[in-house]
């Protein structure tokens, strides 16, 4: 039994894809095809994603290392975080 994916591109990116799968000698349908099986077999995606972290994500990344050198106290579980927020306080 087969089953369709359908997408929505846009009109360039489809003409450059098409163009560049021709040249490999694959159609869409046989590059996803190939995506897919791929995707299933290493569990993942075959490339990696990436996102330039955000300002206030670089900001919270910084005050973090900056209180892990200042040798703040760590927390082995949750039940010690919280009771560290509570001053050991229930």
């Known amino acids: 039994m087969e089953a369709y994916i359908r997408t929505r591109v846009d009109t360039v990116l489809k003409s450059q894809f098409e163009t560049i799968l021709q040249d490999c000698g694959l159609s869409v349908s046989a590059a996803l095809r190939l995506f897919a099986e791929n995707v299933v077999r290493n569990e993942g995606l075959p490339f990696e994603i990436t996102r330039k972290p955000s300002a206030r994500l670089r900001e919270s990344m910084r005050q ?5 050198t200042q040798g703040r106290p760590g927390f082995e579980n949750v039940g010690e ?10």
């Open 81 to 90: 975080l919280i009771a560290g927020m509570n001053n050991g306080e229930q």
């Open 64 to 68: 973090t290392e900056e209180l892990m």
